[in-house]
């Protein structure tokens, strides 16, 4: 779970340095980006270590892949919903949307890869 760990919070300080630095964004934008791309890639994560096999070809049950994918749909839905401002939420822009889908992509990539070092190090 350390390396698991690690690997997390680099992808953390890289979203941090695309909103703020590149995006630029206001703090109900940041805070609404954060929230996004922390429960989707914390979600879609889930997918990729629950097996040793690469994740895209080993099948979940069908029930961890609904409300995995119900948990990645409500919660890039609720900041364009009236529960937002309740939150502190607000809409991003299309550009933030791709940025966070492009930042959970390569954490994807970047666990897959991650996870096939490890068990080659690790026998368990």
Same mark, same amino acid.
């Given at each position: 779970?350390?390396?698991?760990?690690?690997?997390?919070? $680099?992808?953390?300080?890289?979203?941090?340095?695309?909103?703020?630095?590149?995006?630029?964004?206001?703090?109900?934008?940041?805070?609404?980006?954060?929230?996004?791309?922390? $429960?989707?890639?914390?979600?879609?994560?889930?997918?990729?270590?629950?097996?040793?096999?690469?994740?895209?070809?080993?099948?979940?049950?069908?029930?961890?892949?609904?409300?995995?994918?119900?948990?990645?749909?409500?919660?890039?839905? $609720?900041?364009?919903?009236?529960?937002?401002?309740?939150?502190?939420?607000?809409?991003?822009?299309?550009?933030?949307?791709?940025?966070?889908?492009?930042? $959970?992509?390569?954490?994807?990539?970047?666990?897959?890869?991650?996870?096939?070092?490890?068990?080659?190090?690790?026998?368990?």
């Amino acid at each position: 779970m350390v390396t698991f760990g690690i690997l997390s919070s $680099v992808f953390d300080y890289v979203a941090f340095c695309l909103l703020l630095l590149v995006f630029h964004a206001t703090q109900v934008q940041f805070r609404t980006a954060w929230f996004v791309e922390s $429960v989707v890639s914390a979600s879609l994560i889930v997918l990729v270590i629950r097996t040793r096999k690469p994740f895209f070809s080993s099948r979940p049950r069908n029930s961890l892949l609904l409300a995995t994918l119900s948990v990645v749909v409500i919660a890039v839905v $609720v900041p364009f919903t009236p529960l937002a401002a309740f939150l502190g939420f607000g809409p991003m822009p299309l550009v933030f949307l791709l940025g966070i889908g492009l930042i $959970v992509s390569l954490y994807i990539f970047a666990a897959e890869l991650v996870k096939r070092v490890f068990y080659r190090r690790v026998r368990l």
